[in-house]
């Protein structure tokens, strides 16, 4: 049985992620420290002889007594409010993280994938953005400690690649949203979701004419599964490619929730991107990918999620 690893593994993408590996017939081993990952979302999959889950910080080296065939690099903080809160914690996961995994995969003689980001675009100056593009990152303002910690962890996979011949992958992920997001990260979807549904103001950052681009979960996943069985080293973007601003994205929460919820205007923060938006044609090409969930099918899933959350519990 092929045996995958996966960092962050408790978290939102990470799970879904454990789930696919799993219907793929792999032995999943998650490891999670629970900063920013929830219990909640592996639950379902504990009682199982194919799954484990050990709780760890992977900036602290580690090891693992069984043989190991994928290492997938899940771990990280991934929203605003979590690295704006965690900053040496995101530093530290993205490059000592980076790092020990790494060497994990060395020794075991496993592929290695690096879960990066559009964000290592910054606030881009090319667009829409290509695999080719450098980006525009501020390294020292106040997202310069997630969006360097990618560029640095991408730098080390190469690293690892050229000079040690270690098989491995890069996908950078776009905006991505789906059941499992945390109510309150921080993030557009969840943020819109849950206020929409308290019938408070949807909070837009600056006049809300800022664009992002939507890859609903379960098309992530499919291009991280063909890109980890791809022969591609090179970085590749995953994401949605139909672009829309923050304004047109609000309203259309507000139509699929039927909200009378109004919008609140607040300031911009600090180098947060103005646009964003993927370049998939390499993809399509190395992976024959593209996302086949429409926006509104996603969303409708994703509020159902949210409206569980809100449920009393039994008990």
Same mark, same amino acid.
Request: net charge negative; hydrophobic share 35%; aromatic share 8%.
């Given at each position: ?132 593009? +450098? ?89 991280? +599964? ?62 024959? +990918? ?26």
């Amino acid at each position: 049985m092929t045996t995958s690893l996966v960092t962050g593994g408790a978290g939102f993408l990470g799970s879904h992620l454990c789930d696919r590996l799993l219907a793929e017939s792999h032995r999943v081993i998650c490891v999670d420290n629970l900063l920013t990952g929830n219990p909640a979302n592996i639950a379902h999959l504990t009682a199982r002889d194919d799954f484990r889950f050990i709780k760890h910080d992977v900036s602290i080296p580690f090891e693992v007594d069984e043989s190991v065939d994928n290492v997938l690099h899940f771990a990280s903080p991934a929203s605003p409010i979590d690295y704006l809160e965690l900053p040496i914690q995101t530093l530290k996961v993205g490059s000592l993280g980076t790092h020990n995994t790494l060497g994990l995969a060395k020794s075991k003689g496993a592929r290695y994938l690096l879960a990066s980001t559009s964000e290592v675009y910054g606030d881009p100056l090319v667009h829409p953005q290509p695999e080719t593009y +450098w980006g525009n990152v501020n390294p020292v303002g106040p997202r310069g400690v997630y969006d360097e910690a990618k560029r640095f962890a991408e730098a080390m996979v190469m690293a690892y690649h050229r000079y040690h011949g270690l098989d491995s992958r890069i996908v950078r992920i776009f905006n991505t949203y789906g059941p499992r997001m945390r109510p309150h990260d921080g993030r557009a979807v969840p943020a819109f979701i849950q206020q929409a549904l308290d019938g408070e103001p949807l909070t837009v950052f600056g006049d809300g004419r800022q664009t992002r681009s939507f890859c609903y979960v379960s098309d992530l996943v499919e291009g991280i +599964w063909r890109l980890l069985m791809s022969q591609h080293s090179e970085p590749v973007n995953i994401g949605n490619p139909t672009e829309m601003t923050i304004l047109e994205f609000a309203q259309t929460i507000l139509d699929l929730l039927g909200s009378n919820s109004e919008v609140g205007f607040h300031p911009l923060p600090v180098d947060d991107p103005k646009t964003r938006q993927p370049d998939i044609a390499l993809a399509r090409s190395i992976l024959d +990918w593209e996302p086949e969930v429409l926006l509104r099918d996603g969303l409708a899933k994703t509020i159902d999620y949210f409206r569980t959350l809100c449920l009393p519990q039994k008990g």
